[in-house]
C-alpha cells in the first residue's frame, strides 16, 4: 500500500470517527424525542439518558484532544543575544527548508531534538513553534552534524509532506487521548479505533522520517548525514546510560549536580564515538519495533547511503556544537531542575560523585558477598577474613551457591566464578580504602579508579589469586598484611553507607496469585515486591500497561504504592518450586512464614509513551519515550524460577535470633494487605456498576410521575432498586474492610484462614460445584459453566488436571438439554 493511499485512509478514518460519534449522539437523542412523542413508557428517558451518557464520554473527550492546546514541555529558554550562532543556524536551515522560524528554543537535558508546534483543531490552526535541543547534543556533536538534527527536526514542519505528517500524528494523538479519557464502555471501542488507525498511518510516519532525512542530508551531505545519524545514536544511549549509572543517584542523600558538565565529562570517560564507516549504528543500539513511529538508525543510514555521494551545501564547520551556545553553564540550574530526580538535596560535582558512586557500589556489593559468607557460615555476620576462610577450606562453591540466592539475575547464562571474582574485587577494593592504604580517584578519561601510593591497586589479580586455589586465599592475606592491612582491625565488614539507585535494579513484573490474591510481582535484584491488583480498576486498558506503571513505580524510588509488601532476598530460607514450566513457587521466612505464589499466566511489559502531546512525540533519536524498556514476562519468570533453584540447592542455614521488640506478624500482615485489596476491589466494583444499576429506578419512578401511575412507577422502581442497592451495600462493605472499626477483627480471621490455605487455588471445588450447580440446578447452568472455567484455569496455575472444569464446561449444556426433556 502507497504512503498516499495510507495518508488518505488514516485522514478517513480520523474523518469517519468524528462522524460516527456525531451521528450516534443524534440518532440517540432522535430516539428520545420520537419516543417521548409517542408517549412510549421509559423508553424516550432512557434514549435521551443513553444519548447524555455517550455525548458526555466521547464527544468531550475528543473535544478535549482536539480542541485544546497540547501541553508545553518545560525548557531553559535560550535568546538570540545569549546564543546568536545557534539562532543564525536555525534561520539558515528554515530558509533553506522554506518554513517558519520557530519563535523559541530552548535547551533541556537529553541528547535529542524535537520541534513542538501549540496549534489547535489538530495542529490545523498554526500556534506558538517551540524548538528543543538536547544539552547532550551540544556536548557530543560537531556544528555540521547538529545541523543535520536540527534540518531533520525543521523538515517535519517545511511545507509539502510535512503537513500531512503533522496531521497524522496529531489525530493519533487525539484519538488515543479521547479512548483514555472516555472511560468504560465507549473507551474500549475507542481503543480499538485506535489501534486501526494506528495500523493505517504507521506508514506516512516512517515515511515523513526518511523525507526529513533526506532534505537535511541534501544541506549537510552524505557524509555529515550519516556520521550525524551514528553519533547521535551512541548520544542517546550514552545519556541513558549515565542517568542510570550517575544522574539519578544519591550516596548519603548526597547526589549529582552540574549534569550538562558532567555528561561530557562521562561520554569522554566512555570513548563512546561513532562506529567504523560502513558499520551502521553504534553497537548496542536498539532495532526498531513493528509498531515504532521511527525508523532504526541503521535503516535511517541505508536510506541515506542510497542517495549517493552528495556534497554539503554549506562550508564545513567540524567546531564542537557547544560553541554555538557560549554561556552554557548559565542554565546549569534550569537544567538540574530538570533532569536530576534528587533536586534539593547536597550535590557535588561530577569527579567527587563518580568516585562516592564507586565506592558505594562497591561496598554494597562486598556488602552482598559477606552476607553469602554469613549464611555459609551459619553466623550472624561475617566479613572478608570469613570470605578467605571458606576459600582456603576449598568452600568456594558454597560461597558461591549463597551468593547466587543474594541476587536475581535476566542473564540465562551466569558465569559463577566470574560473579565470585567481582565480588570479591569489590571487598577487596572496599577493605583497603577502609583501611587507608588505598583511595578512589577520579581520572579525566578512565573515571574512578581506586588508587595506591605506588599505582593502581590490582584488586581484580588478587581476587583471580584467590580463587585459583585454596593456597591462593593466603597468598592474598600476605599481601593485604604487606601493605599494612590487618583483617581483624580493618574489618573488612558491613559498610554504613546509603546508596539509592532508580531502575538500577528493577529486573522485570509478572502477575500472579500470592497467598490466594491476585497480585503484581515487581522483581528486584535483592527484593521481591507484591502489589494488590484492583480487579474492577479501568485505569489501565491492559494488563501489560499496568504492569508497566507498576514498574516505573518501584524503579522511580519515590512514594511507595499503596499496600506493597516487600521480602528481601536476605529473609528467605528455603524456595521450592510447584511447577515444571511456570514460576509458582513456596517461600519459607526466617521467621516460619510461608508465602505461596503461583504464575497467573503470559503476558508483556511495553514501554511508556513519551508524556507529550502533538509533534513532541516526533523526536530525531527515535520513541525515546521507551527508554525504559520492553520486559518481556517470559524473562522475569524464566530469571525467578533460575533464582528459585539457585536457593533450594544452596545449603539452608539457620537464622539467628532477631534481638529487640519484633515487628508485626507477617501472617497479620499479609491478612491486612488482603482485607485492603478485597477493600478496594469492591469499591471500584461499586463505582464501575453505578451508572448500570443508578438509571433504571430512577428512570421509572420519573416514568410514573409522567405517566400518572405512581403506585406502578414506585413498585416497578423498587424491583429495579434491588440491583442497586446490592451494589450500595458492596461499596459499604469495601470501605469497612480499609477502614471500619471491625477491621482488626476481621484481619485476625483472615490471617487465621491464611495459615491453613497454600495459593488459594482450589480447581477440585470448583469443577465440583459446576457439575452439582449444572445438573441438580439446571437454571443455575450459567453459574455451573463460570466455575467449570475458572477450575480449568486454576488447574492450569497448579498444574493439576483440568478433567474436573472440563466435565464442569460440558454439563452446562447438558443441562439445557436436561430442561428440555423434561418440559
Known amino acids: 500500500m502507497s504512503v498516499v493511499v495510507r495518508a488518505a485512509l488514516a ?12 451521528a450516534l449522539v443524534v440518532a440517540l437523542a432522535l430516539a428520545g424525542v420520537l419516543a417521548l412523542s409517542e408517549r412510549v413508557d421509559g423508553a424516550g428517558l432512557k434514549a435521551l439518558g443513553l444519548a447524555t451518557l455517550v455525548g458526555l464520554a466521547v464527544l468531550l473527550s475528543l473535544g478535549r484532544a482536539v480542541l485544546c492546546a497540547v501541553p508545553v514541555p518545560p525548557g531553559a529558554a535560550v535568546d538570540r543575544a545569549g546564543a546568536p550562532e545557534l539562532w543564525r543556524l536555525v534561520e539558515d536551515c528554515c530558509a533553506a527548508l522554506d518554513c517558519r522560524t520557530p519563535h523559541e528554543v530552548l535547551l533541556v537535558p537529553e541528547a535529542n531534538a524535537y520541534m513542538q508546534e501549540d496549534g489547535w483543531l489538530l495542529g490545523l490552526l498554526a500556534g506558538r513553534r517551540r524548538l528543543y535541543v538536547g544539552a547532550g547534543l551540544l556536548t557530543g556533536l560537531t556544528v555540521d552534524q547538529l545541523r543535520f538534527v ?7 514542519h517545511a511545507r ?3 503537513r500531512l505528517g503533522a496531521l497524522t500524528y496529531a489525530g493519533w494523538d487525539a484519538v488515543e487521548n479521547a479512548a483514555q479519557g472516555a472511560g468504560v464502555p465507549w473507551g474500549v471501542v475507542l481503543r480499538g479505533y485506535h489501534w486501526a488507525y494506528r495500523l493505517a498511518s504507521l506508514g506516512v510516519l516512517r515515511y515523513q522520517e526518511h523525507t526529513a532525512d533526506r532534505n537535511a542530508a541534501r544541506m549537510t551531505g552524505t557524509r555529515v548525514a550519516v556520521d550525524a545519524v551514528r553519533s547521535a545514536d551512541a548520544l542517546e544511549r550514552d545519556w541513558s546510560r549515565f542517568l542510570r549509572t550517575y544522574a539519578d543517584v544519591t550516596v548519603d542523600g548526597v547526589a549529582l549536580t552540574g549534569v550538562t558538565e558532567a555528561f561530557a565529562l562521562f561520554s569522554r570517560d566512555q570513548a563512546s564515538g561513532p562506529s567504523p564507516a560502513g558499520g551502521g549504528p553504534a553497537p548496542g543500539s536498539k532495532a526498531a519495533s513493528r509498531w515504532d513511529t521511527h525508523p532504526s538508525p541503521r535503516e535511517r543510514i541505508e536510506i541515506i547511503e ?7 551545501a554549506t562550508a564545513a564547520d567540524d567546531r564542537p556544537a557547544h560553541v554555538l551556545v557560549p554561556l552554557l553553564e548559565r542554565h546549569g540550574p534550569k537544567l538540574d531542575a530538570l533532569a536530576l530526580r534528587a533536586v534539593g538535596t547536597s550535590g557535588t560535582a561530577f569527579p567527587d560523585h563518580a568516585v ?28 572478608l577474613s570469613e570470605v578467605l576462610d571458606l576459600l582456603a577450606d576449598g568452600r568456594a562453591a558454597d560461597l558461591a551457591a549463597q551468593l547466587k540466592r543474594a541476587r536475581i539475575s535476566t542473564d540465562r547464562v551466569r558465569n559463577t566464578a566470574f560473579e565470585l571474582a567481582a565480588h570479591l574485587t569489590a571487598a577487596l577494593s572496599a577493605t583497603a580504602e577502609r583501611a587507608g592504604a588505598a583511595v578512589w580517584a577520579y581520572t579525566p578519561g578512565i573515571g574512578p579508579a581506586l588508587t595506591a601510593p605506588d599505582g593502581l591497586l590490582d584488586a581484580v ?4 589469586a584467590a580463587l585459583a586455589s585454596p593456597g591462593g586465599a593466603a597468598d592474598v592475606r600476605a599481601r593485604l598484611r604487606k601493605r599494612g592491612i590487618c583483617l581483624e582491625e580493618a574489618g573488612g565488614s558491613f559498610g554504613d553507607v546509603r546508596i539509592s539507585e532508580a531502575e538500577a535494579e528493577v529486573m522485570g513484573a509478572m502477575m500472579l496469585r500470592f497467598n490466594g490474591g491476585v497480585y503484581d510481582l515487581v522483581v528486584e ?3 521481591v515486591n507484591f502489589l494488590p491488583v ?6 489501565w486498558w491492559t494488563r501489560s500497561e499496568r504492569l508497566a506503571h507498576r514498574l516505573r513505580q518501584v524503579a522511580a524510588g519515590g512514594p511507595v504504592p499503596e499496600g506493597r509488601f516487600r521480602v528481601s532476598l536476605d529473609d528467605v530460607v528455603e524456595a521450592t518450586l510447584t511447577h515444571p514450566v511456570r514460576a509458582n513457587a513456596e517461600l519459607r521466612l526466617k521467621d516460619g512464614t510461608a508465602l505461596f505464589f503461583v504464575d497467573a499466566g503470559p503476558g508483556r511489559v511495553a514501554g511508556p509513551r513519551r508524556p507529550s502531546g502533538g509533534d513532541s512525540g516526533r523526536d530525531f533519536g527515535g520513541d525515546s519515550g521507551r527508554d525504559f524498556g520492553r520486559e518481556h514476562v517470559a524473562a522475569t519468570r524464566a530469571a525467578l524460577r533460575r533464582w528459585v533453584d539457585d536457593v533450594s540447592r544452596a545449603a539452608t542455614y539457620s537464622a539467628p535470633e532477631a534481638a529487640g521488640p519484633q515487628p508485626v506478624a507477617p501472617p497479620e500482615r499479609l491478612a491486612a494487605l488482603e482485607e485492603t485489596r478485597r477493600g478496594m476491589g469492591k469499591v471500584d466494583y461499586a463505582k464501575l456498576m453505578f451508572w448500570t444499576v443508578v438509571p433504571p429506578p430512577v428512570a421509572a419512578v420519573v416514568n410514573g410521575h409522567l405517566a400518572g401511575n405512581h403506585g406502578e412507577g414506585y413498585g416497578v422502581a423498587f424491583v429495579l432498586g434491588l440491583p442497586a442497592l446490592a451494589v450500595l451495600l458492596i461499596r459499604w462493605r469495601g470501605v469497612r474492610q480499609r477502614h471500619g472499626r471491625g477491621r482488626r477483627k476481621a484481619v485476625a480471621r483472615r490471617a487465621a484462614r491464611q495459615s491453613s490455605m497454600d495459593a488459594g487455588l482450589r480447581p477440585v471445588r470448583w469443577g465440583v460445584l459446576g457439575i452439582v450447580l449444572s445438573l441438580l440446578c439446571p437454571p443455575m447452568c450459567v453459574v455451573g459453566l463460570i466455575y467449570g472455567i475458572r477450575s480449568v484455569v486454576e488447574a492450569r496455575m497448579a498444574g493439576t488436571s483440568v478433567v474436573l472444569g472440563v466435565l464442569a464446561i460440558l454439563a452446562a449444556p447438558a443441562s439445557v438439554i436436561e430442561l428440555l426433556l423434561l418440559f
Do not use: N
Open 150 to 156: 536540527l534540518a531533520h527536526e525543521l523538515g517535519h
Open 534 to 539: 484492583r480487579v474492577h480498576d479501568v485505569r
Open 306 to 312: 542510497a542517495m549517493g555521494s552528495l556534497p554539503p
Open 356 to 383: 562516592r558512586v564507586a565506592r558505594a557500589r562497591a561496598q554494597r556489593c562486598a556488602d552482598v558477598l559477606y552476607r553469602a559468607a554469613a549464611r555459609a557460615y551459619g553466623a550472624p555476620d561475617a566479613g
Open 160 to 162: 509539502g509532506d510535512g
Open 11 to 22: 485522514m478517513i478514518l480520523l474523518v469517519g470517527y468524528l462522524l460516527t460519534a456525531a
Open 461 to 464: 589479580a588478587w581476587a583471580d
Open 525 to 527: 535484584a535483592s527484593a
